[in-house]
C-alpha cells in the first residue's frame, strides 16, 4: 500500500445519511367532496405532505391525483384524516380495457369514460392469443381442410 493510498483513506469523505428516495409516482384517490371547503381541506392537507410536487383535485369526478415522490398509502391514510372517507381511484380509462362491458367492469358510478378496473377487464397474461393474420394464412393448413 503506498502513500498516496494511505492518505486517500484517510481523508475518505463518507456520508452517514443513507436515505433512499422513493420513486416518483402518480397516486389517484377517490374522495366524496361535497363544496370547496372539502375540496381545500383535501388540497391543504396533501400538499403539505413531504415529497408532494403537484396536487391536482376535481370535485365534479371525485378524485384527488398527487404527484411526487410519495407513498400510496400515506397519501390515503393523510386524505382520511381529513373525516373524509377515501380509497385508492378504482377506475381505469374505457379505452385502456380491453374488455369494458365484462362482468363487474362497468360501474354506473363511475365517471364519464372510465370503468371499474377489475381483473375480468384485461387479458390473461398466460393466455395464448391467436393472431388473425396466422388464422387465416395459407400456411395454416389445418384452418384450411374441409372435412
Known amino acids: 500500500m503506498g502513500f498516496l493510498d494511505h492518505i486517500s483513506d484517510v481523508f475518505e469523505v463518507t456520508s452517514m445519511r443513507k436515505s433512499k428516495r422513493k420513486p ?4 389517484e384517490i377517490k374522495v ?3 363544496c370547496e371547503g372539502c375540496e381545500r381541506r383535501v388540497r391543504n392537507a396533501v400538499s403539505s405532505m413531504k415529497g408532494a410536487k403537484a396536487v391536482n383535485v376535481n370535485r365534479k369526478e371525485s378524485k384527488v391525483t398527487v404527484n411526487g415522490h410519495v407513498d400510496p398509502k400515506k397519501v390515503l391514510s393523510k386524505v382520511r384524516s381529513t373525516g373524509k372517507a377515501a380509497e385508492m381511484w378504482p377506475y381505469v380509462r374505457y ?3 380491453y374488455y ?8 354506473k358510478k ?8 377489475v381483473v375480468q377487464a384485461f387479458p390473461s397474461p ?3 392469443e391467436e393472431k388473425y393474420s396466422t388464422l387465416f394464412s ?4 389445418d384452418a384450411c381442410s374441409i372435412m
Open 32 to 34: 366524496k367532496m361535497d
Open 126 to 128: 398466460n393466455a395464448h
Open 110 to 117: 363511475a365517471p364519464p369514460g372510465y370503468v371499474r378496473n
Open 24 to 27: 416518483f409516482r402518480t397516486v
Open 138 to 141: 395459407d400456411e395454416n393448413v
Open 100 to 107: 369494458p362491458y365484462a362482468p363487474g367492469a362497468y360501474d
Open 95 to 97: 379505452d385502456l380495457a
